[in-house]
């Protein structure tokens, strides 16, 4: 396998498993002020037949009490307190009761992480507490985040998603949205986005321009004739392969023109038709160049 292609599968599992972790707020103690009376409910819907999930939950410590799972479907918790979550902040495998399909996750919890569950659906507006979601690796075909104006972190990648509406998310800092089907990515009320993984959708286009405070821009794969990147004075990575962009070079020349000047910057743009002069003006704006 060529080099730089196992350098990628290393950086996207890395971007799932590791990145995921890095995500996770267990130190986060919220005021009392910033919390409810427990009964927030985060609902999950899983394909799998063998009744096996496995979910990393987390909350502040004065709401850990009142965070519990319905496993069963009865809507009622388990007296024997067999349904109560008793790890925080690390996966976990959980047993549904035979032929059920529906969990809930009752409580303030902050940070969830469902990865590779089969979810076929996830219903997340009754927990305005929600800080990070990460559900990479499913079967989703939709997910509604507006009724979470918390959210900082959002990993939906690798599922089937078609449509995603973040305009009522403005605390969002990383999105990871990759390998899906968006067609469009509305971001202008993600003035905080510091990491945009958006590769491997068909974009065709992707307006940055209220994203200034980007640090990390992946959107190889899509569909995109021109970016612009201008106004991004920490952007440290861009990966930008795979698009039609990448094959024009007047709009490369815009690109690099364009671009900051950073410290060992990540540029991929694949097999562009790029010159001498392009590569050295990459080299004097501190972009290393592939």
Same mark, same amino acid.
């Given at each position: 396998?060529?080099?730089?292609?196992?350098?990628?599968?290393?950086?996207?599992?890395?971007?799932?498993?590791?990145?995921?972790?890095?995500?996770?707020?267990?130190?986060?103690?919220?005021?009392?002020?910033?919390?409810?009376?427990?009964?927030?409910?985060?609902?999950?819907?899983?394909?799998?037949?063998?009744?096996?999930?496995?979910?990393?939950?987390?909350?502040?410590?004065?709401?850990?009490?009142?965070?519990?799972?319905?496993?069963?479907?009865?809507?009622?918790?388990?007296?024997?307190?067999?349904?109560?979550?008793?790890?925080?902040?690390?996966?976990?495998?959980?047993?549904?009761?035979?032929?059920?399909?529906?969990?809930?996750?009752?409580?303030?919890?902050?940070?969830?992480?469902?990865?590779?569950?089969?979810?076929?659906?996830?219903?997340?507006?009754?927990?305005?507490?929600?800080?990070?979601?990460?559900?990479?690796?499913?079967?989703?075909?939709?997910?509604?985040?507006?009724?979470?104006?918390?959210?900082?972190? $959002?990993?939906?990648? &690798? #599922?089937?998603?078609? +449509?995603?509406? !973040?305009?009522? /998310?403005? =605390? %969002?800092?990383? *999105?990871? @949205?990759?390998?899906?089907?968006?067609?469009?990515?509305?971001?202008?009320?993600?003035?905080?986005?510091?990491?945009?993984?958006?590769?491997?959708?068909?974009?065709?286009? $992707?307006?940055?321009? &209220? #994203?200034?405070?980007? +640090?990390?821009? !992946?959107?190889? /794969?899509? =569909? %995109?004739?021109? *970016?612009? @990147?201008?106004?991004?004075?920490?952007?440290?990575?861009?990966?930008?392969?795979?698009?039609?962009?990448?094959?024009?070079?007047?709009?490369?020349?815009?690109?690099?023109?364009?671009?900051?000047?950073?410290?060992?910057?990540?540029?991929?743009?694949?097999?562009? /038709?790029?010159?001498?002069?392009?590569?050295?003006?990459?080299?004097?704006?501190?972009?290393?160049?592939?």
């Amino acid at each position: 396998m060529n080099h730089r292609y196992l350098y990628l599968w290393i950086v996207l599992l890395a971007t799932i498993v590791v990145g995921c972790q890095n995500d996770v707020i267990g130190e986060f103690e919220a005021d009392d002020s910033t919390l409810g009376d427990g009964s927030s409910v985060i609902t999950l819907y899983t394909g799998k037949t063998d009744g096996v999930i496995n979910l990393s939950v987390d909350a502040p410590l004065s709401a850990r009490a009142n965070v519990w799972i319905d496993l069963d479907g009865n809507g009622t918790r388990a007296e024997d307190g067999s349904e109560n979550v008793k790890t925080f902040n690390e996966y976990r495998e959980y047993s549904l009761a035979g032929g059920v399909k529906r969990l809930s996750i009752h409580g303030d919890i902050t940070y969830l992480d469902g990865a590779s569950n089969e979810l076929t659906e996830i219903d997340i507006s009754n927990n305005p507490f929600l800080r990070v979601l990460n559900v990479p690796l499913n079967q989703l075909s939709s997910i509604d985040v507006s009724k979470n104006p918390s959210l900082e972190r $959002l990993d939906c990648s &690798a #599922n089937r998603i078609g +449509k995603l509406d !973040l305009s009522s /998310n403005p =605390a %969002l800092v990383s *999105l990871w @949205v990759f390998n899906n089907e968006l067609s469009s990515l509305n971001l202008s009320n993600n003035g905080n986005l510091e990491l945009l993984d958006c590769s491997g959708n068909k974009l065709s286009s $992707l307006d940055l321009s &209220a #994203n200034s405070q980007l +640090k990390q821009l !992946l959107c190889y /794969n899509n =569909a %995109l004739s021109a *970016l612009d @990147v201008s106004n991004k004075e920490q952007l440290n990575r861009l990966w930008l392969f795979g698009n039609p962009v990448c094959g024009d070079a007047g709009e490369v020349e815009n690109l690099l023109y364009d671009l900051n000047e950073t410290i060992n910057g990540d540029l991929w743009i694949g097999e562009a /038709n790029v010159n001498e002069s392009m590569q050295t003006r990459s080299v004097t704006k501190g972009w290393i160049m592939q």
